[in-house]
Each structure stands twice: as C-alpha cells, then as structure tokens.
C-alpha cells in the first residue's frame, strides 16, 4: 500500500526551538507539499517542491524552511517555535498534476 | 488565500439518506478534487473533475462541475455512518498553479443510525 508517512502523531515543544517535522513518501512522487490545518481556517499551503533540492513558498511560509535532499524525503523546519505554531501539520505527496495527493496522517505540534 | 468555499459547514444526515455537499471558488481552474477527512487524521482523495468534464461518478460518490458558476458539488448517495467525516473540495487554480491545491474550510457530515 502506498503510503507517506510523518515522523510523529503528537509533538509537543517549548517556545524557541529547533523544530524538525519529517516527511517520507514510498511512491517515487515528485510533487510534495506541507500545509497545517487550523480550526476555521481548513488547510493552508506553508511550502512545496517539485523537485529535490527544489522548494517554493506556500501562501504562509513565514517563520518555517523546508529541506528536500532526497526524492523520498521532505522536512519542514520550525526555525524558532512559537506558540502561534500550534498546528496540525499535514504532509503530502503527488504524481504529477491532474493527479490526487496522497496525505499522511498529520503531526499534532503544541508549542507551550 | 481561501479558494474553495463549502457550503454547509455542517450536515446532519440519516443513514440511507443522500447528502449534498457544494464548493464556491474564484479563479479558473485546472482541476477540483474532493478529500475526505476522519476525525482529524490525514486527507484520503475521492476523486478528481477536470475544468473541461461536467460530470463524474465514483461508486456512490457523485460530482458535478460548473465552470460558468465557479462551482461544484459531491453528492453522497445512500449514506452510512461510516461516512461521518469532513469533506474539503480542493482547486488547482490557473494560470500557473502547477499541482499545487487551495483548500476550502470543509463541510462537516455527521450520518445518524
């Protein structure tokens, strides 16, 4: 079964840190993206990338970077973790376009 | 920036009713899909309608798309409670846009025994 998976189901972390959220898909996709998911505001776009080695900002990238050294591979980084960063943090992955994306099963972050 | 809008935002249904979901968006598009989301997991794909298709059918999943209308809709056909979930239309917007997709906030859909 195809599948990506995300390093952790729940995340908790102070104020301040290094954050690292990890992504890995098993379908060879070349399309990977990062969204968090708020009460209200349903699911908004932080980065993606086409490519390795290639990323593009979403509409909310402030405050987070993005690493993809690997195909497989797509980390989202938490540069200095604010409480404003408590998220569900959702990872996917796609073929190409014209085509659906495969999710994993979300990171919940609490930053305190 | 908010493309898709569903409406409702909540349905409560019985189970062996029909439920209706629509999604408003505003630019053209390259394609909308419809996900569904249980409980606050991750999104599953239901199923994808190209700009120039009107219409399309995945088991009881029915979609209809509008382009003058800037709309769509997921119709649900004789439900069941193992359908209870949250239902996120989703557009890949033109120009540009390559496979990246804005999210609407969801219909959340509860089906009663």
């Known amino acids: 079964d195809v599948k990506v998976t995300q390093s952790s189901r729940y995340l908790v972390k102070r104020t301040g840190e290094k954050v690292f959220l990890e992504c890995v898909q098993d379908?060879?996709?070349?399309?990977m993206f990062w969204y968090r998911q708020d009460p209200g505001l349903g699911l908004r776009l932080i980065y993606f990338?086409?490519?390795?080695?290639?990323?593009e900002k979403g509409d909310i990238p402030e405050g987070y970077s993005v690493s993809r050294e690997k195909k497989e591979r797509f980390s989202l980084i938490l540069e200095s973790a604010s409480t404003n960063q408590t998220s569900m943090y959702l990872c996917a992955s796609s073929f190409s376009r014209g085509y659906g994306y495969t999710f994993g099963s979300g990171t919940r972050l609490t930053v305190v | 920036s908010q493309q898709g809008e569903e409406d409702p935002q909540a349905l409560s249904i019985q189970e062996g009713e029909n439920a209706t979901m629509n999604c408003s968006y505003k630019?053209?598009?390259?394609?909308l899909q419809w996900y569904r989301q249980n409980s606050g997991r991750g999104l599953v794909h239901l199923i994808l309608i190209r700009s120039n298709e009107r219409e399309k059918h995945s088991g009881r999943l029915r979609v209809t798309l509008d382009t003058s209308k800037k709309s769509s809709s997921l119709l649900i056909t004789a439900s069941r409670a193992a359908d209870t979930a949250s239902y996120f239309c989703?557009?890949?917007?033109?120009?540009?846009?390559?496979?990246?997709?804005?999210f609407g906030t969801g219909t959340q859909l509860k089906v009663e025994l």
């Open positions: 379908m060879d996709h070349e399309n």
């Open positions: 989703a557009t890949d917007a033109l120009p540009g846009g390559g496979n990246k997709l804005t």
């Open positions: 630019t053209s598009i390259n394609n």
């Open positions: 990338s086409y490519d390795v080695k290639m990323k």
